[in-house]
């Protein structure tokens, strides 16, 4: 079992920052790729950005490209999403998960957290 506590989200105004974290727990929490998705309302979750946990290996949806940085500390079993220019469709709860793979289709990920809001004003 692999636990997920996501943390960070809030309410911006658009062209700010946030940064999220995922707190992963769990004895083989750190052998599977983690991923970030968002879901906001009447849409259907999507892939925003991935990483595994040994090389840093990162994969990124293209609307993200350029502004969200993923990046994950070992010691602390925690990852991280750094969001800059944030943009009013950047509104959605985001998601945490875990897949034993670098994935971009949330099918594939066995662990998910709960979920944090995140609200860009324009």
């Known amino acids: 079992q692999v636990q997920l506590v996501e943390s960070g989200g809030g309410l911006v105004q658009a062209g700010g920052s946030l940064r999220l974290s995922c707190a992963a727990s769990?004895?083989?929490?750190?052998?599977?790729?983690m991923g970030w998705f968002r879901q906001a309302p009447g849409k259907e979750r999507e892939f925003v950005a991935a990483?595994?946990?040994?090389?840093?290996?990162?994969e990124y949806e293209d609307s993200v490209k350029g502004r969200f940085t993923i990046s994950r500390d070992n010691a602390k079993n925690t990852v991280y999403l750094q969001m800059n220019s944030l943009k009013p469709e950047d509104t959605a709860v985001y998601y945490c998960?875990?897949?034993?793979?670098?994935?971009?289709?949330?099918?594939?990920?066995?662990?998910w957290g709960q979920g944090t809001q995140v609200t860009v004003s324009s």
């Open positions: 990483i595994t946990w040994s090389v840093g290996r990162t």
């Open positions: 769990g004895r083989t929490a750190s052998s599977y790729a």
């Open positions: 998960a875990a897949a034993p793979l670098l994935e971009a289709q949330a099918y594939l990920y066995d662990y």
